[in-house]
Nanobody, 123 residues
């Protein structure tokens, strides 16, 4: 299983970025796909998740209304559209896949991880 994250970069506060996570190696129809982030000297934090089957979504309270997680079944890719970015959103963002799907906000329950992509929001 491989998860390839991309799309990070430097953006000014109020700007937007779209992260992508290309998944390969198996069928992900029963999986939950998540995005986490880790800022310097902070613990890894849940950001958003989506059930591949059905499309139910979940968000960290502080990103609700600004971030949108979605999936493209044909491309086996999950996206995180980030709008109205704030300096406190600065972090390395990771995508992950969980087979069980009941604990979408717990990073320890995820089975596969992609490499991180750095998002820097300047004030």
């Amino acid at each position: 299983v491989q998860l390839q994250a991309s799309g990070g970069g430097l953006v000014q506060a109020g700007g937007s970025l779209r992260l992508s996570c290309a998944a390969s190696g198996r069928t992900f129809s029963r999986y939950v796909m998540g995005w986490f982030r880790q800022a310097p000297e902070k613990e890894r934090e849940f950001v958003a998740a989506i059930r591949w089957s059905g499309g139910s979504t979940y968000y960290l309270d502080s990103v609700k209304g600004r971030f949108t997680i979605s999936r493209d079944n044909a491309k086996n890719t999950v996206y995180l559209q980030m709008n109205s970015l704030k300096p406190e959103d600065t972090a390395v963002y990771y995508c992950a896949a969980q087979r069980v799907g009941d604990y979408y906000s717990d990073y320890a329950e995820y089975d596969y991880w992609g490499q991180g992509t750095l998002v820097t929001v300047s004030s």
